[in-house]
């Protein structure tokens, strides 16, 4: 969604599905326009999400949310909605794994960032359903927050939702067999569990980098790949022949408490993470690990 501006004070940053993000020259600010219908009838979800998902933030304090992204400012006007956030200067986690391999400190400092900052989310009764390297922002030094609320929701207990969040390749077991077996759009049960396998994923991905450990639809089919082709790769990759996949091995998949396989990477420091991400991607989201279990686990690590 592109949004143009002659503000001769803003630099684009970059633009994706809910909005258009500017810097303002001479301030630590970046501005964000989420475009307004043209045909009317209110805001659009994903601008009421993100207001009411940063609205809701700022009820905590600065250090409570120290890694999600905070709004300094909202503005509502006949064509857009304007919100000013805080500047991340560092760019994204996902254009810096394209960029480059990170040390195992580096690898551990972001992984406590991610689930302290989750962590906070889901204890305030947010799931942020669409976690993934570009919506995780950096600063200098070594700072991060997750940011990009527009398919967040706050989620009290478990009511029906649409299974369609997640981008693909960071969701879970339970909605691609949803999206794929009970054809559902809307009206399914799930809880903040879809957020902790978004972060296994994620952590296992600033490990291994773009190699085949789990990436598994990228390492397996194309960029076309479908929900199906998603969880068959998945399924792979837990060592399960899969062959044909049925509803009855999806479901007797996403119920099962299995394990990824071990794998041995070097420095130790990585191996202790990698054994943290076999925990949070548990298929069966029940026994799936909690943001705030992982990050103990973690902050050990880093007082050592």
């Known amino acids: 969604m592109i949004v143009r501006t002659s503000n001769p004070?803003?630099?684009?940053?970059?633009?994706?599905?809910?909005?258009?993000?500017?810097?303002?020259?001479?301030?630590?600010?970046?501005?964000?326009y989420i475009r307004l219908p043209q045909s009317g009838g209110g805001l659009p979800p994903e601008g009421i999400r993100e207001i009411a998902c940063l609205r809701r933030l700022r009820n905590y304090s600065p250090s409570d949310r120290r890694n999600c992204i905070d709004v300094l400012h909202i503005e509502i006007s006949k064509t857009n909605i304007m919100l000013d956030l805080e500047l991340m200067t560092?760019?994204?986690?996902?254009?810096?794994?394209?960029?480059?391999?990170?040390?195992?400190?580096?690898v551990l400092s972001y992984s406590v960032q991610i689930l302290r900052g989750l962590q906070f989310l889901h204890d305030v009764g947010i799931t942020h359903r669409d976690l993934k390297p570009n919506n995780i922002l950096l600063s200098s030094p070594n700072g991060?927050?997750?940011?990009?609320?527009?398919?967040?929701?706050?989620i009290s207990g478990c009511e029906p939702r649409t299974p369609l969040v997640c981008t693909l390749y960071y969701r879970p077991?339970?909605?691609?067999?949803?999206?794929?077996?009970?054809?559902?759009?809307?009206?399914?049960?799930y809880t903040s569990a879809i957020d902790n396998w978004s972060a296994g994923c994620i952590l296992r991905e600033m490990i291994v980098g773009l190699g085949p450990v789990f990436r598994p639809a990228r390492t397996i089919y194309?960029?076309?790949?479908?929900?199906i082709e998603q969880l068959d790769a998945i399924i792979k990759k837990f060592y399960l022949s899969s062959g044909f996949i049925n509803e009855k091995l999806a479901t007797s998949f996403c119920n099962s408490t299995l394990k990824l396989p071990e794998i041995t990477i070097s420095p130790p420091l990585m191996n202790q993470i990698l054994e943290v991400t076999q925990l949070l991607l548990i298929p069966n989201p029940e026994f799936r690990c909690a943001a705030g279990t992982a990050l103990k686990t973690l902050e050990q690590l880093d007082s050592t």
Do not use: M, W
């Open 173 to 189: 077991p339970e909605l691609l067999r949803a999206n794929v077996f009970l054809n559902k759009v809307r009206g399914l049960t």
């Open 144 to 154: 991060l927050k997750i940011a990009d609320f527009g398919l967040s929701h706050v």
């Open 9 to 32: 004070q803003e630099e684009l940053l970059g633009s994706g599905s809910f909005g258009t993000v500017f810097r303002l020259q001479g301030l630590p600010i970046a501005r964000k």
């Open 90 to 106: 560092g760019g994204t986690l996902g254009e810096l794994l394209s960029e480059t391999r990170l040390g195992p400190e580096l």
């Open 222 to 227: 194309s960029s076309t790949t479908s929900s």
